[in-house]
């Protein structure tokens, strides 16, 4: 095995993670439709009507998450393939 070929691929995966974490850095700090309508609100009502969109966002968000870990689970357990009966 030549050396210089395996010292050269070793920086390889350095900059595959240093533009992962660029591209992640970026959609993370991108504002959503979440953070437009908390500013919308906060822009136009009461403190309490901003605490309201902030969970009711915080709430959809969850429960976006909970119906994803459900299908999950019922797609891996023993109804999904009929082994059940």
């Known amino acids: ?3 210089m070929a395996a010292t050269s691929l070793d920086a390889f995966p350095w900059v ?4 992962f974490t660029i591209a992640a850095a970026f959609v993370t700090l991108t504002p959503g439709a979440d953070t437009a309508l908390i500013v ?8 309490r009507r901003v605490m309201e969109a902030g ?25 999904a393939d009929g082994s059940s009966r």
């Open 1 to 3: 095995m030549d050396v």
């Open 16 to 19: 595959n993670v240093f533009a």
């Open 40 to 47: 919308r609100t906060a822009a136009a009502a009461s403190g």
């Open 55 to 79: 969970l009711g966002v915080d709430r959809a968000v969850g429960a976006v998450f909970i119906a994803f870990g459900l299908r999950l689970t019922f797609d891996q357990g023993p109804i």
